[in-house]
C-alpha cells in the first residue's frame, strides 16, 4: 500500500550520522554491501566489477565535501543512505505498492516481488538513496537492517544496522528517533542535529550533526594573538618599567 | 535527465491517439462509409495503445505491470495506468454502438473525450508532481500535455478530413489551437527557464552554515545508475537550436501547410507535427534537473 501509514506509530527508526567523527573510510559502505547483498532480497549486484566502467547497487555512499570556512577549507566526510523519510514521496509516487513506509517503526522499504522497476520512486527521493538493481531490474534502498535489528538469533550486540556495527569510529548510531528520550535523539538535541534538504518537504527521520570547529584552528588561532600580544610593547612595572618608558624617550 | 526512447514514445504517441479520442468523442470525423469508422478509431487506439506499450518497455519487469493499477489512490502513475484502460474501453464501446447503431452516442462521446484528457492530465503529472525536479513541478505542466494532445489529434482530424472530402476544413478552428498550444508551450519554456529548485549543494549537505560546499571526491570512480538516469546534461546551445526545431516543426509547418491549401501538405501535417511533439519530449527530459545532482558537484 503506497498510502503512507494513517496513524503511525510514534516509534521513528532511523541513524544519526556525525560528520564530525566519519573519517570517510568506506567500511560502513562495504559492509552494508556485504550484508544486503546476502540478505532477504535478490542479490545487490555489480556489473563488470574487475573492469572499466563498472556499476553497481549500493545502498550507502560516501561522498567527501570541501567546505569553505572563513578561516580555511575543511574536509567533511558525508555517509549517505535512505533517511526513512516521514513524508516520503518515493512511497506514494510507487503505482504498485511496492514501496511502502512501514506502520510500526517508520521504515521505508520495497517488496521485490511486486516492484516493476519503473524507477518513478528514484525520480521522486531528494537524496538519490534508491538505485535500480542492474540485474535484478527491481528498486534497491537501505532496510535500515530490519533483518538485524529485529534478528533473534543475532547476538544482542549485533542487532544493529550493518554499517552502524561496522564503524570504526562510531560515526554512525542507530535509535528511536520518535522518541525524545531515546540516546539518539539527545545526540541530536545537544549538538544541533540538522535535516537534508529541509525545503523539500520530506521530514527525513536520520538527522546529522554537525563538524566541530576544529581544535588545531582555534588553538592556532590562541596562538597567533599570543605571539600577536608579545610582540606589542609589553606594560612592565618597576625598574623594567622605567627603562622601558626612558628608552622610548629617547626616541 | 536521461530522455529515453521507451518514454518520449510513451509520451507523445499515446498523447497523440488520445486527442484523437478527444476529437472523435467531441463527433468531429466525417465517416463516409461505416469502415471508417473502424479505421479511424484503430488508427486512435493503435497510436495510445503503442504508447502504452513503449512504456512497457522502460519497465524493469514489464510482466508485473498489472500491479501498476493499484495505487490510484496516491500514484500519479498508477492513476495514468487506470484511466488509460478505461479511456480504451470507453473508446471501444463508443466505436461499437456507433458502428452497429450507425448514430454515434453523444453522451458516451463527452465520456470518451473527457477520459482522454483526464489520461494524457494524468499522465503529465506523473513527471509535474515531482518536486525534485524544478523544471516540471509547476501548474502548467500537465496543461502543456493536454493542449498539446488536443493539438496532435485535430491535426490528425484535419489530415483524415482532407482524405475524406479532398477540400481543407476545419482551418480556423486548428489555426487557434495551434496558435494556443504554441503559446502554452512558449510560456512553460520561459517559466522553466528561470524554475529553480531552491536547493543548493548547502541545504543538500546541511553544511551552508559553515560555508560553501563543494564536492572533493565522488564516492565512487565510475558514473553511477543514478549519475546515469538523473545527471543528463545537454549543452545550452543544443537545446536552444533544438527548441527551435521543434517550434518549426511542430506549429509553423503545419500552419503554413494548412493555409496553402495544397492536399499532400496537410496530408502531411500531423507527421511533420508529431516528429516536433518528439524533440519538444526530448527536450522536456533532456534539460530537466533533478537535485541529486548537487551531490555530485552540480549547481543550479
Ligand atoms: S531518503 Fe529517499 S528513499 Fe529514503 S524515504 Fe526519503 S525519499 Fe524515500
Ligand atoms: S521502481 Fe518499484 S518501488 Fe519504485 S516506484 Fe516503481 S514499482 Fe515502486
Ligand atoms: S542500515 Fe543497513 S541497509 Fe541501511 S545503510 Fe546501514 S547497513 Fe546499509
New interface residues.
Given amino acids: 500500500?503506497?498510502?503512507l501509514p494513517e496513524n503511525p506509530s510514534p516509534k521513528k527508526l532511523g541513524l544519526v550520522i556525525d560528520?564530525d567523527i566519519c573519517v570517510?573510510c568506506h567500511a560502513c559502505?562495504v559492509n552494508c554491501k556485504e550484508w544486503n547483498t546476502g540478505s532477504e532480497g535478490a542479490p545487490l549486484s555489480d556489473i563488470n566489477a574487475y573492469g572499466?566502467?563498472?556499476?553497481?547497487?549500493?545502498l550507502n555512499?560516501?561522498?567527501?565535501?570541501?567546505?569553505?570556512?572563513?578561516k580555511t577549507a575543511?574536509?567533511?566526510h558525508?555517509p549517505?543512505s535512505c533517511l526513512h523519510c516521514t513524508d516520503a514521496?518515493c512511497?506514494?509516487?510507487?503505482?504498485?505498492?511496492?514501496s511502502y513506509k512501514r506502520v510500526e517503526d517508520g521504515i521505508v522499504l520495497v517488496n521485490e516481488d511486486?516492484?516493476?522497476?519503473?524507477?518513478?520512486c528514484?525520480?521522486?527521493?531528494?537524496?538519490?538513496a534508491r538505485?535500480?538493481d542492474?540485474v535484478?531490474?527491481?528498486m534497491k534502498k537501505c532496510t535500515l537492517c530490519v533483518d538485524r535489528i529485529y534478528n533473534e538469533n543475532l547476538p544482542e550486540e549485533d542487532r544493529v544496522p550493518a554499517c552502524v556495527r561496522t564503524c570504526p569510529t562510531g560515526a554512525r548510531a542507530f535509535g528511536d528517533l520518535g522518541d525524545p528520550e531515546s540516546e539518539v535523539s539527545e545526540m541530536v538535541r545537544e549538538r544541533g542535529g540538522?535535516?537534508?534538504?529541509?525545503?523539500?518537504?520530506t521530514a527525513p527521520v536520520n538527522k546529522?550533526l554537525?563538524?566541530r570547529e576544529k581544535q588545531h584552528l582555534i588553538a592556532s588561532d590562541a596562538q597567533a594573538t599570543e605571539t600577536q600580544a608579545k610582540n606589542q610593547a609589553p606594560d612592565v612595572a618597576g625598574f623594567w618599567g622605567w627603562v622601558d618608558s626612558a628608552l622610548a624617550k629617547l626616541g | 535527465m536521461r530522455p529515453a526512447w521507451s518514454i518520449i514514445v510513451f509520451t507523445s504517441l499515446s498523447g497523440l491517439g488520445l486527442g484523437m479520442l478527444f476529437w472523435f468523442g467531441l463527433g468531429f470525423v466525417t465517416l463516409t462509409q461505416p469502415i471508417d469508422l473502424l479505421i479511424f478509431s484503430g488508427l486512435a487506439l493503435t497510436a495510445v495503445i503503442g504508447g502504452l506499450c513503449s512504456s512497457l518497455l522502460h519497465l524493469g519487469h514489464p510482466e508485473r505491470a498489472f500491479r501498476a493499477l493499484s495505487q490510484w489512490r496516491s500514484s500519479w502513475l498508477s492513476r495514468e495506468g487506470v484511466f488509460a484502460v478505461v479511456t480504451v474501453g470507453v473508446a471501444c464501446l463508443y466505436a461499437m454502438i456507433w458502428f452497429t447503431d450507425g448514430q454515434r452516442s453523444a453522451s458516451i462521446g463527452m465520456l470518451l473525450s473527457a477520459f482522454s484528457m483526464i489520461t494524457v492530465w494524468a499522465t503529465a503529472m506523473i513527471y509535474g508532481s515531482l518536486k525534485t525536479i524544478a523544471r516540471w513541478y509547476h501548474p502548467l505542466t500537465p496543461w502543456v500535455y493536454v493542449s498539446l494532445s488536443i493539438c496532435g489529434g485535430l491535426v490528425a482530424v484535419v489530415a483524415w478530413e482532407q482524405m475524406m472530402s479532398g477540400s481543407p476544413v476545419l482551418v480556423e478552428l486548428t489555426t487557434g489551437v495551434l496558435v494556443l498550444a504554441f503559446v502554452v508551450k512558449v510560456i512553460w519554456w520561459r517559466r522553466a527557464g528561470q524554475s529553480g529548485s531552491g536547493s543548493t549543494p548547502e541545504s543538500a549537505t546541511g553544511l551552508g552554515a559553515m560555508g560553501q560546499v563543494d564536492l572533493l571526491m565522488s564516492p565512487h570512480t565510475e558514473e553511477n545508475w543514478l549519475q546515469h538516469e538523473m545527471g543528463f546534461v545537454v549543452a545550452r546551445k543544443h537545446a536552444q537550436r533544438l527548441s527551435q526545431i521543434a517550434v518549426v516543426l511542430a506549429f509553423l509547418l503545419p500552419l503554413l501547410a494548412l493555409w496553402s491549401g495544397v492536399s499532400w501538405a496537410i496530408l502531411a501535417i500531423p507527421f511533420v507535427h508529431f516528429v516536433g511533439i518528439m524533440i519538444e519530449r526530448w527536450l522536456f527530459f533532456a534539460e530537466a534537473k533533478h537535485v541529486v545532482t548537487l551531490f555530485y558537484g552540480d549547481r543550479h
Avoid at chain 1, 91 to 98: E, L, M, R, S
Fill in positions: 500500500m503506497t498510502m560528520l570517510g559502505v572499466a566502467e563498472q556499476s553497481g547497487s549500493w555512499r560516501i561522498h567527501t565535501f570541501e567546505v569553505t570556512t572563513e575543511q574536509v567533511v558525508f549517505k514521496p512511497v506514494t509516487v510507487c503505482p504498485t505498492g511496492a511486486h516492484c516493476i522497476g519503473c524507477g518513478l528514484a525520480w521522486s527521493c531528494p537524496y538519490g538505485e535500480m542492474p535484478e531490474q527491481v540538522f535535516d537534508l534538504m529541509p525545503e523539500q518537504g546529522y554537525p563538524p
